[in-house]
């Protein structure tokens, strides 16, 4: 058993047992819960990726609970391998327990299993590979465990401003095959309306949404109107009577927020409905600005901020969360826009529009789009690797998605789902197949050694 293959191959029950440990652990951002940065469940997890670090014989260190690594290899010189451990919530539909890890046929079942819990075992076993089968480096090589990525990446620039070593090169198995070269750029932004209603009928709660950057499969909302008045009926609208008014529930279909056109939004399925409501002054106003400026597009177009370009296609554009009751209503967005264009391009006609329809922003963050050309040096050398392992010579690839690349130097987004698999990260019953596992770990090990060895 001499090739690094081969002793992946050997390892492969070690491996699926480490993955099945790390996705038992609820690993969804609390942050300050038990004292910790981003909470006890994203705490737990990163501990227990380090106690299997230590397991497999590698040197391990806790950046103040915020990151981890584990490292093999000597060298001024260090290449990086970047993934998360926290996880979106996993929200309902689920056929299998959400973190059971539970293997049906040949898939293993459980939320992060994708995303990004089971590229981070693969690349744990690959440096135990690498390790075992004596390959001389050149450089370190550090697999990075990060804990906020999920959330806004707070972890990175905690480890970028307390010292964390910068890699010369490296990657984050968190994206696509053959490989990401550019992704789109990110604006979360956080808007709220006050209302002072009137007439007969009165918005008492609305809710729906996990994460700004998931597509609602879910939305409710509670009405309070006459006694007498029949609420139409619509597609995938539930209406159910209560005390006073009604419990009105809106269905769609989960996606991705970089890919929200691949879902159906339960907030703006409720919103189109409410708004055939006879409610008057700042509720109707809410309503028609919610479902006339927004409602089901999901790019962006009803405000004005459609973009294209053929590198990186579409603007998106995702409602991923509302709460409302009498007083207020607020709403969490995630658009991302193509990489030749600015974020002056699309953000200041969001915000007008919210803000002549009498919202006010909240809160925002922006992650900068992120393209290199083609011909890059790890452009080229992660290529490799990857058409070297399966003969697809397809070219690298642009995405809406953005992942840990735009928060570390030198560092590009490398798997681990392939061209034609089912994208299933923030989706119910996330999974990974035994074999998809292996063969990233496999790609991982190959691209460790193209960057580090002698």
């Not at 890699?167 to 789109?184: H, M, Q, R, S, W």
């Not at 990857?386 to 070219?395: F, I, L, Q, V, W």
């Not at 030198?410 to 596992?437: C, K, Q, S, W």
């Amino acid at each position: 058993m001499n090739t690094v293959s081969e002793r992946l191959d050997a390892m492969e029950p070690e491996l699926i047992a480490a993955l099945k440990r790390l996705v038992a652990i609820r690993s969804v951002e609390n942050p300050g819960e038990g004292g910790m940065p981003f909470g006890l469940g994203v705490q737990r997890c990163l501990e227990e990726a380090l106690q299997i670090g230590r397991e497999l014989g590698f040197e391990t260190v806790n950046m103040d609970n915020v990151v981890g690594w584990c490292e093999y290899g000597s060298g001024e010189e260090m290449v990086a391998v970047l993934g998360h451990l926290d996880v979106v919530p996993e929200a309902d539909g689920w056929e299998y327990p959400p973190y059971g890890a539970q293997v049906v046929g040949d898939k293993i079942v459980g939320r992060g299993t994708t995303d990004d819990k089971g590229p981070l075992a693969a690349a744990l076993f690959a440096l135990k590979a690498v390790r075992e089968a004596g390959i001389p480096l050149k450089r370190r090589i550090r697999i990075l465990f990060g804990t906020n990525e999920e959330s806004g990446s707070a972890d990175m620039k905690y480890y970028l401003d307390h010292g964390g070593e910068i890699p010369v090169a490296g990657f984050t198995p968190d994206g696509e095959y053959p490989l990401i070269n550019g992704e789109k750029g990110i604006v979360n932004e956080d808007y709220e309306r006050t209302m002072a209603q009137t007439g007969i009928f009165r918005l008492i709660r609305l809710e729906g949404g996990v994460a700004a950057n998931v597509t609602p499969d879910f939305a409710v909302a509670q009405v309070a109107g006459p006694e007498g008045y029949e609420p139409p009926e619509a597609e995938k609208i539930c209406v159910t009577k209560t005390e006073g008014g009604w419990r009105i529930e809106a269905g769609g279909v989960s996606a991705h927020g970089s890919q929200p056109e691949k879902g159906e939004n339960a907030i703006g399925r409720l919103a189109l409905y409410l708004n055939r409501l006879p409610f008057e002054g700042d509720a109707a106003g809410t309503l028609a600005f919610l479902a006339e400026k927004i409602g089901m597009d999901c790019f962006g177009a009803k405000l004005g901020a459609d973009l294209r370009d053929e590198i990186s296609g579409n603007l998106s554009f995702n409602l991923g969360v509302i709460s409302g009751d009498e007083e207020r209503v607020g709403v969490k967005l995630n658009y991302r826009y193509p990489v030749t264009f600015e974020v002056t391009d699309c953000q200041p006609k969001v915000q007008r529009a919210f803000e002549e329809a009498g919202w006010v922003r909240t809160a925002q963050r922006h992650m900068p789009k992120l393209y290199i050309p083609e011909d890059a040096p790890l452009v080229r050398s992660l290529l490799k690797v990857y058409r070297e392992a399966t003969g697809d010579m397809s070219a690298p690839k642009v995405i809406g998605g953005g992942t840990y690349a735009k928060e570390i130097p030198n560092i590009l987004a490398f798997g681990p789902i392939f061209p034609g698999d089912e994208m299933t990260e923030h989706r119910p019953n996330e999974y990974i197949t035994v074999g998809r596992l292996m063969e990233n770990a496999k790609i991982i090990a190959g691209a460790m050694v193209e960057l580090a060895a002698e």
